[in-house]
């Protein structure tokens, strides 16, 4: 069995992380947990220092989950990559099926597979995030924000790395949509349809998911732009890309708007006007088009899920980032 | 002797860098010799290929000096790490004298050393930098001005465990920045001897420092947002921060006012007043105090 580095950043939720260390350890024969304990400042370090067989490295700075993960990219010893967020969970031998399926296609940059997602205190909704079953370069829907697929899914090449560099902390929320996509730029991604892991979804009532959202997917939008630098994309006519750039912000605006019409009921007031201001400076004429319109008024429940508007979905956001 | 990794990031130099490694593989008993490719797109690949005994990272798309850093401490292997940028040299030998120093004392976290600027044909000059080694707790030291050239520091793998990896959007105050972060949690060493020649930039050479108005304005943003916030700057009197500030906007305007000299004596009146108004934006106050201290003059 190929052996794998499962990394694991955590900032001041000792409740939570034991729960994941066990699922990844159960997740694989051969797995190298590493927790980076990104400077928090509650017991987290005496929790760690209870769980037995792990690495277990302590940043005296906060470096943002991007820069711990690097950190944990370096003392990582396999030449397999996966990551965990330290309140989502993996499914027992998710990591072997995934290790395996990447051993085997040498030429792939990572692998990734569906995710179950579940409520605050792990109870499964329902819901299941899958990326299409289509394996091979799939770098213009990952660039498009079209393709669902989170760090928690996904096993990585170190390889990778190595031709693309590491993750980039300056990208609060984002750093791990912006590293697959530069990978997918160079290499085929093998995608599987078996869920590998759990993924906590924000509470609606806490903080932590409301603005983050709408700040999230700006940020992503506005960050495309950049990966448009990326020479795959500089090849193309520039009609091309302004098409890739219109169903982007259209996306993102639809799914903003989506979201906030859902949350409405919750009376999630905040989180809906943060949403639609959002998505009006993204693109003012789009957000108010008719169709759309019309279908958010024939209610959330009634369309399909395919229908539906969605793009990438973001971790959790974390609030501790020292940029 | 525990191993060093001396990692040595090179893009479109291919002239340059076959001095580099030589170099390193004399600086040391036990080195590996790592050559990250920072996407070169001439023969750099092939003369690669043809060096014996170094391990070559190709990466694919360009990371700048500090993402192509942190792509070599990814593969490198050894307890004590250092740079080389592919148009330096190390001195025979120092990497030992250096790393002997530091397993005596297991405290400190990082060792540096002297430079022996180069001007751009490769000569030695007399100038040696920086003149006086500072050793022990350097942190506020390192906060007014980066004394520390960046070839001659070997520092331990384990640092990076506390402090993070560099930061590759700080292209060219990458390792100030990391050398900031070791010295506010260890104490640091250093060898009053000339470990590397460093090549001098001029306004012409389009290397780093010669983007000196660029460089200062990031580093005031990075001091603004980052180091100021770093717990020992946060922990201590209102009155040392602010004598932090000084020294620090001092040592930018002396950096900023020598290379506007550097430049109209090159004849480069662009990048003169480029770097004349990233002076005026530093402060009114800054430019009286440099009328009254006339010793501008240091390399950043």
Same mark, same amino acid.
């Given at each position: 069995?190929?052996?794998?580095?499962?990394?694991? %950043?955590?900032? #001041?939720?000792?409740?939570?992380?034991?729960?994941?260390?066990?699922?990844?350890?159960?997740?694989?024969?051969? &797995?190298?947990?590493?927790? &980076?304990?990104?400077? !928090?400042?509650?017991?987290?370090?005496?929790?760690?220092?209870? /769980?037995?067989?792990?690495?277990?490295?302590?940043?005296?700075?906060?470096?943002?989950?991007?820069?711990?993960?690097?950190?944990?990219?370096?003392? =990582?010893?396999?030449?397999?990559?996966?990551?965990?967020?330290?309140?989502?969970?993996?499914?027992?031998?998710?990591?072997?099926?995934?290790?395996?399926?990447? $051993?085997?296609?040498?030429?792939?940059?990572?692998?990734?597979? $569906?995710?179950?997602?579940?409520? +605050?205190?792990?109870?499964?909704?329902?819901? &299941?995030?899958?990326?299409?079953?289509? !394996?091979?370069? &799939?770098?213009?829907?990952?660039?498009?924000?079209?393709?669902?697929?989170? %760090?928690?899914?996904?096993?990585?090449?170190?390889? #990778?790395?190595?031709?693309?560099?590491?993750?980039?902390?300056?990208?609060?929320?984002?750093?791990?949509?912006?590293?697959?996509?530069?990978?997918?730029?160079?290499?085929?991604?093998?995608?599987?349809?078996?869920?590998?892991?759990?993924?906590?979804?924000?509470?609606?009532?806490?903080? +932590?998911? =409301?603005?983050?959202? !709408?700040?999230?997917?700006?940020? $992503?939008?506005?960050?495309?732009?950049?990966?448009?630098?990326? %020479?795959?994309? +500089?090849?193309?006519?520039?009609?091309?890309?302004?098409?890739?750039?219109?169903?982007?912000?259209?996306?993102?605006?639809?799914?903003? /708007?989506?979201?906030?019409?859902?949350?409405? %009921?919750?009376?999630?007031?905040?989180?809906?006007?943060?949403?639609?201001?959002?998505?009006?400076?993204?693109?003012?004429?789009?957000?108010?088009?008719?169709?759309?319109?019309?279908?958010?008024?024939?209610?959330?429940?009634?369309?399909?899920?395919?229908?539906?508007?969605?793009?990438?979905?973001?971790?959790?956001?974390?609030?501790? =980032?020292?940029? | 002797?525990?191993?060093?990794?001396?990692?040595?990031?090179?893009?479109?130099?291919?002239?340059?860098?076959?001095?580099?490694?030589?170099?390193?593989?004399? *600086?040391?008993?036990?080195?590996?010799?790592?050559?990250?490719?920072?996407?070169?797109?001439?023969?750099?690949?092939?003369?690669?290929?043809?060096?014996?005994?170094?391990?070559?990272?190709?990466?694919?798309?360009?990371?700048?000096? *500090?993402?192509?850093?942190?792509?070599?401490?990814?593969?490198?292997?050894?307890?004590?790490?250092?740079?080389?940028?592919?148009?330096?040299?190390?001195?025979?030998?120092?990497?030992?004298?250096?790393?002997?120093?530091?397993?005596?004392?297991?405290? @400190?976290?990082?060792?540096?050393?002297?430079?022996?600027?180069?001007?751009?044909?490769?000569?030695?000059?007399?100038?040696?930098?920086?003149?006086?080694?500072?050793?022990?707790?350097?942190?506020?030291?390192?906060?007014?001005?980066?004394?520390?050239?960046?070839?001659?520091?070997?520092?331990?793998?384990?640092?990076?465990?506390?402090?993070?990896?560099?930061?590759?959007?700080? *292209?060219?105050?990458?390792?100030?920045?990391?050398?900031?972060?070791?010295?506010?949690?260890?104490?640091?060493? @250093?060898?009053?001897?000339?470990?590397?020649?460093?090549?001098?930039?001029?306004?012409?050479?389009?290397?780093?420092?010669?983007?000196?108005?660029?460089?200062?304005?990031?580093?005031?943003?990075?001091?603004?947002?980052?180091?100021?916030?770093?717990?020992?700057?946060?922990?201590?009197?209102?009155?040392?921060?602010?004598?932090?500030?000084?020294?620090?906007?001092?040592?930018?305007?002396?950096?900023?006012?020598?290379?506007?000299?550097?430049?109209?004596?090159?004849?480069?009146?662009?990048? @003169?007043?480029?770097?004349?108004?990233?002076?005026?934006?530093?402060?009114?106050?800054?430019?009286?105090?440099?009328?009254?201290?006339?010793?501008?003059?240091?390399?950043?």
């Amino acid at each position: 069995m190929p052996a794998v580095s499962i990394i694991i %950043p955590t900032h #001041s939720r000792p409740q939570q992380l034991p729960r994941a260390v066990e699922s990844a350890r159960a997740a694989g024969v051969n &797995v190298e947990i590493i927790v &980076v304990d990104d400077a !928090s400042q509650d017991e987290t370090a005496a929790v760690c220092r209870e /769980l037995s067989g792990i690495k277990y490295i302590r940043l005296e700075r906060n470096q943002g989950v991007a820069g711990a993960r690097n950190v944990g990219i370096l003392a =990582s010893s396999s030449e397999f990559i996966a990551f965990l967020d330290d309140d989502d969970l993996r499914l027992p031998g998710s990591l072997d099926l995934q290790t395996n399926k990447l $051993a085997a296609m040498p030429e792939a940059g990572f692998v990734c597979g $569906a995710m179950l997602l579940a409520d +605050q205190d792990y109870n499964l909704t329902g819901e &299941v995030s899958a990326a299409p079953q289509a !394996s091979g370069d &799939v770098f213009w829907q990952l660039l498009e924000l079209d393709f669902p697929v989170m %760090p928690l899914s996904t096993v990585i090449r170190k390889q #990778s790395f190595l031709a693309v560099g590491l993750l980039n902390r300056h990208l609060r929320g984002i750093d791990d949509w912006d590293i697959l996509v530069r990978m997918a730029e160079l290499f085929p991604v093998l995608t599987m349809a078996e869920p590998v892991g759990i993924y906590r979804k924000p509470a609606p009532y806490s903080g +932590q998911g =409301s603005s983050a959202q !709408s700040a999230q997917l700006a940020r $992503a939008t506005r960050h495309q732009l950049q990966l448009f630098g990326l %020479p795959r994309v +500089q090849a193309l006519s520039k009609s091309q890309r302004r098409a890739i750039r219109r169903r982007t912000v259209n996306r993102v605006a639809d799914t903003l /708007l989506w979201n906030a019409w859902q949350r409405l %009921p919750e009376k999630e007031f905040r989180f809906a006007v943060n949403n639609i201001k959002t998505a009006l400076r993204l693109n003012p004429l789009r957000a108010v088009r008719p169709s759309l319109l019309q279908k958010l008024a024939n209610g959330y429940r009634a369309v399909a899920p395919a229908e539906r508007p969605n793009v990438y979905r973001q971790s959790a956001e974390r609030t501790d =980032s020292a940029l | 002797m525990e191993l060093t990794s001396i990692i040595i990031t090179t893009h479109n130099r291919p002239q340059l860098l076959e001095r580099a490694v030589a170099s390193a593989f004399l *600086a040391g008993t036990n080195v590996e010799v790592i050559v990250v490719d920072d996407a070169s797109t001439d023969d750099t690949a092939k003369i690669c290929r043809r060096m014996s005994g170094i391990k070559y990272v190709r990466v694919d798309r360009n990371q700048q000096v *500090a993402g192509a850093r942190n792509l070599g401490l990814l593969v490198s292997i050894g307890e004590y790490i250092t740079f080389l940028d592919d148009d330096d040299v190390r001195l025979p030998g120092s990497l030992d004298r250096q790393v002997k120093l530091l397993e005596a004392d297991p405290k @400190a976290g990082l060792i540096y050393g002297q430079a022996v600027l180069d001007d751009q044909s490769g000569q030695p000059t007399p100038e040696i930098y920086p003149q006086v080694c500072p050793q022990g707790d350097v942190f506020w030291k390192l906060l007014g001005r980066n004394f520390i050239p960046c070839g001659s520091v070997v520092f331990r793998r384990s640092c990076l465990d506390r402090v993070g990896l560099l930061d590759h959007c700080l *292209a060219g105050l990458d390792d100030w920045d990391l050398w900031i972060r070791i010295a506010e949690l260890y104490p640091m060493l @250093a060898l009053a001897e000339p470990v590397t020649h460093w090549r001098k930039s001029t306004p012409a050479s389009q290397q780093g420092t010669s983007r000196a108005a660029a460089i200062v304005s990031k580093s005031v943003r990075q001091f603004r947002q980052v180091w100021q916030k770093l717990p020992r700057v946060t922990n201590t009197s209102p009155e040392m921060k602010r004598h932090a500030w000084q020294r620090f906007s001092q040592n930018m305007g002396a950096h900023l006012s020598y290379e506007v000299l550097r430049s109209l004596r090159h004849r480069q009146p662009a990048q @003169a007043t480029k770097n004349l108004f990233a002076l005026l934006r530093l402060g009114p106050l800054v430019f009286v105090q440099l009328l009254r201290a006339n010793d501008a003059h240091s390399p950043l």
